[in-house]
């Protein structure tokens, strides 16, 4: 398996409305990212996850919350978003190397409304 | 200011043109990712350099890393419309695992 699998594909919510991302990948990468691409712009970095440990949070607002259960997978969830928020979720893992790529997923194409 | 300028930032062009994608910094790296993204997908890895005057072939793709590992270059021989996406340079924060990637290159292959 050398995929990362990222549900929902697509969500609409309310900006009053909690909802989470999901993600899961069984390559045995140890490390695992959230990043959000706006349209025609390159991914921004939210989180890393390293060992199933919170290591760099982007300052990223509150309403963002990533969770580690285990080191197949991975969440973010969501609450009180706003419009702004819109855009493509992407998640990433990759071995705990630096010379090392990312593997993607296809991303959530999240919309708030 | 961006630690990785891609030039140039959109590039149409017909079906079997060849063409160049710059990504330069003042920064040296030990290492540094091409990735490509297809509408609606993720980015996929191309390559990956980490020696300074390194050149990578990927059937019509060429990829050099520069003498002094501080810019690469993306050389796509007779374009084909199948190649047509979002071209990403990207390199490794410090030993933090964060990529951080150019602003893109847009590239449409007319047929």
């Known amino acids: 398996d050398t995929e990362v699998t990222q549900t929902p594909k697509h969500l609409v919510m309310g900006m009053t409305n909690k909802k989470s991302l999901k993600c899961e990948q069984h390559?045995?990468?140890?490390?695992m990212y959230w990043y959000k691409q706006k349209a025609k712009k390159p991914p921004e970095l939210m989180f890393v996850?390293?060992?199933?440990?919170?290591?760099i949070n982007e300052s990223v607002p509150s309403r963002f919350s990533p969770e580690c259960p285990n080191s197949s997978l991975l969440n973010l969830h969501l609450h009180a978003l706003q419009p702004e928020d819109s855009a493509l979720y992407l998640c990433?893992?990759?071995?705990?190397?630096?010379?090392?790529?990312?593997?993607f997923g296809s991303g959530t194409r999240l919309t708030v409304v | 200011t961006q630690l990785l300028e891609q030039s140039p930032q959109f590039l149409s062009i017909q079906e079997g043109e060849n063409l160049t994608v710059y990504c330069n910094s003042s920064?040296?790296?030990?290492?540094l990712q091409w990735y490509r993204q297809e509408p609606g997908e993720g980015p996929v890895l191309l390559v990956t350099?980490?020696?300074?005057?390194e050149v990578k072939k990927l059937k019509r793709l060429t990829f050099q890393f520069g003498d002094a590992r501080k810019d690469s270059s993306l050389h796509i021989t007779a374009a084909q419309p199948g190649d047509t996406g979002l071209y990403l340079c990207?390199?490794?924060?410090?030993?933090?695992?964060?990529?951080?990637f150019g602003q893109g290159t847009t590239l449409q292959v007319k047929p």
């Open positions: 990433a893992s990759s071995q705990w190397f630096p010379n090392y790529g990312y593997t």
């Open positions: 390559m045995g990468h140890r490390a």
């Open positions: 996850y390293s060992y199933e440990k919170l290591s």
């Open positions: 920064s040296v790296f030990s290492s």
């Open positions: 350099v980490v020696t300074g005057g």
């Open positions: 990207a390199v490794f924060s410090g030993n933090t695992g964060k990529l951080i």
